[in-house]
């Protein structure tokens, strides 16, 4: 089942204080902007030899239903520069092996449907205040989730990105500072990318494998750039939009209305008041696992794909769960 997307791009936003004000000279959009997001079906040769071919003419618009017409992508040539580069020294010895999970050459959104599995992703950190509540709920539930890290803020507060990898988690790049892909020009969108896969690098000692782009937004250009920089595009199909504060309850319910096997489910521990997703954690997490489901974390997923289940029926079941 398909998310509203664009609740999320809405959400996750250059208003908020944790982020930069948009480049000058770069043009920034509304809320309701419509973007044009281009999925580039590749076929599973190219997948699986590494090789790309990126087509528009299979291009698919993200969030189509809720769109009424569609715009073509603009670009512009303001190039956004990461506000300062990381200095940071490695201080750290990986706890954990780097995870040699194939990329993928397509935009993932979800994993297996037939099996009972599911993954947690949190965008916008690290933050300060919030990111090691969440970390607690993780730890006290035995749960590992996949962070979405903004780069920024990684060179701001690797301690708190350590604590994400040390505990299991696994780490990905959000851009550096959180602009719409789509309205730059390939070289920024390399250097938001890359520069953040450093800045996680310096960290924890490994350079991320996986990319989310900020409010989802994507197009040839970014999937392209994305993928020759080595990470695998990551999107997610249940989104409980906590980022507008909906309330404890609303969260779950979305959630628990949108989770089927194989989700990958977007939530944010960072980018502005996240108490809303703090508190529905925990009911979130005991509430799937006593429906059968287990967590894992996307690289997981990934390594899952090509799995086939002997639960085929328990995923028909889980597939309709509604609370
Ligand atoms: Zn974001």
């Given at each position: 089942m398909r998310t509203d997307f664009r609740?999320?791009?809405?959400?996750?936003n250059m208003a908020a204080p944790h982020f930069p004000a948009p480049v000058p000279g770069q043009r920034h959009t509304g809320l309701g902007k419509q973007r044009t997001m281009i999925v580039i079906i590749l076929s599973a040769t190219i997948a699986m030899f590494g090789s790309i071919t990126l087509t528009t003419d299979a291009s698919w618009h993200y969030a189509s239903s809720h769109r009424t017409t569609s715009t073509p992508v603009s670009r512009s040539t303001a190039v956004a520069t990461p506000a300062h580069t990381p200095t940071l020294k490695p201080t750290l010895t990986p706890t954990q092996a780097p995870v040699h999970t194939p990329q993928l050459g397509y935009p993932l959104f979800y994993g297996n449907s037939h099996l009972p599995e599911i993954a947690l992703t949190f965008d916008d950190g690290p933050n300060?205040?919030?990111?090691?509540?969440?970390?607690?709920?993780?730890?006290?539930?035995?749960?590992?989730?996949?962070?979405?890290?903004?780069?920024?803020?990684?060179?701001?507060?690797?301690?708190?990105?350590?604590?994400?990898?040390?505990?299991?988690?696994?780490?990905?790049?959000h851009s550096w500072s959180h602009p719409e892909l789509t309205l730059l020009?390939?070289?920024?969108?390399?250097?938001?990318?890359?520069?953040?896969?450093?800045?996680?690098?310096?960290?924890?000692?490994?350079?991320?494998?996986?990319?989310?782009?900020?409010?989802?937004?994507?197009?040839?250009?970014?999937?392209?750039?994305?993928?020759?920089?080595?990470?695998?595009?990551?999107?997610?199909?249940?989104?409980?939009?906590?980022?507008?504060?909906?309330g404890v309850s609303v969260i779950v319910y979305r959630i628990l209305h949108y989770v089927h096997?194989?989700?990958?489910?977007?939530?944010?521990?960072?980018?502005?008041?996240?108490?809303?997703?703090?508190?529905?954690?925990?009911?979130?997490?005991?509430?799937?696992?006593?429906?059968?489901?287990?967590?894992?974390?996307?690289?997981?997923?990934?390594?899952?794909?090509?799995?086939?289940?002997?639960?085929?029926?328990?995923?028909?079941?889980?597939?309709?769960?509604?609370?």
């Open positions: 609740k999320e791009a809405s959400t996750c300060p205040y919030y990111t090691s509540q969440v970390l607690a709920v993780l730890q006290q539930h035995r749960v590992k989730a996949t962070f979405f890290d903004v780069g920024y803020l990684v060179a701001d507060y690797p301690n708190i990105v350590r604590q994400e990898y040390n505990q299991g988690n696994v780490v990905g790049n020009s390939a070289s920024a969108i390399r250097s938001q990318i890359a520069s953040t896969s450093t800045a996680i690098q310096t960290a924890i000692g490994v350079k991320p494998t996986l990319f989310r782009p900020p409010y989802g937004s994507m197009n040839h250009t970014v999937l392209a750039e994305a993928y020759s920089l080595g990470v695998t595009t990551v999107l997610w199909d249940a989104s409980a939009g906590d980022w507008s504060l909906p096997n194989g989700a990958i489910i977007l939530l944010h521990d960072g980018g502005g008041n996240r108490a809303q997703t703090v508190a529905a954690l925990p009911t979130l997490i005991s509430t799937l696992e006593n429906q059968g489901f287990s967590f894992v974390t996307i690289p997981q997923l990934i390594d899952d794909l090509a799995t086939s289940s002997p639960h085929s029926g328990v995923s028909k079941h889980r597939a309709t769960t509604r609370i």
